[in-house]
């Protein structure tokens, strides 16, 4: 599967992970904070665009 997106596109997409709410409950904070100056540093401008790539599977068949 591929989409467009921008930063805050992949921000909000990373923001609903499971694993992110755990690591809120169990520490106070949030742990994207702490990667967004890096994912900035490498993406360039905020609003641009970049391909975002991941596989998509299905499991499908009848009992």
Same mark, same amino acid.
Request: hydrophobic share 45%.
């Given at each position: 599967?591929?989409?467009?997106? +921008?930063? *805050? *596109? @992949? ?7 499971? +694993? ?16 967004? +100056? *890096? @994912? ?7 609003? *641009? ?6 596989? @998509? +599977? ?6």
């Amino acid at each position: 599967m591929t989409m467009l997106w +921008s930063l *805050d *596109d @992949l921000m909000g997409y990373l923001a609903t992970w499971s +694993s992110v709410a755990a690591y809120k409950a169990a520490r106070g904070e949030d742990p994207l904070k702490e990667v967004y +100056s *890096d @994912l900035c540093a490498v993406w360039g401008a905020a609003n *641009d665009r970049k391909n975002i790539k991941w596989p @998509l +599977s299905f499991r499908i068949g009848r009992i």
